[in-house]
């Protein structure tokens, strides 16, 4: 089994920052894709950004240029800095990975987060 624990959310001010982390823990080989994603009251899940093992990102047009996505490889890490948020930010924000728990795993394994709530409200 593989844990992931979410840490960093909170209360902000709009034009604020936050950093979420995301640490996962357990029965991993690889990593190969780790993300974030977030859900609004009333609104379905959508993707915030990606990053897969080899470095490349993906971000939601609705964070470029505010939000950044990053990784630790030897700490199985996650991180998402935020800056410029706005209300419209505010949501549950969830980690996402995809390992291979084991050398020569036919098909990796994913595995969401409990997530952790982010408030921009003056």
């Known amino acids: 089994q593989v844990q992931l624990v979410e840490s960093g959310g909170g209360l902000v001010q709009p034009g604020g920052s936050l950093r979420l982390s995301c640490a996962a823990s357990g029965s991993i080989f690889s990593i190969n894709y780790m993300g974030w994603y977030r859900q609004a009251p009333g609104k379905e899940r959508e993707l915030v950004a990606t990053?897969?093992?080899?470095?490349?990102?993906n971000y939601a047009d609705s964070v470029k240029g505010r939000f950044t996505i990053s990784r630790d490889n030897a700490k199985n890490t996650v991180y998402l800095q935020m800056t410029s948020l706005n209300p419209e930010d505010t949501a549950v924000y969830y980690c996402?990975?995809?390992?291979?728990?084991?050398?020569?795993?036919?098909?990796?394994?994913?595995?969401w987060g409990q997530g952790t709530q982010v408030t921009v409200s003056s």
């Open positions: 996402y990975v995809v390992v291979f728990r084991r050398a020569y795993e036919p098909r990796p394994y994913d595995y």
């Open positions: 990053i897969r093992s080899g470095g490349s990102t």
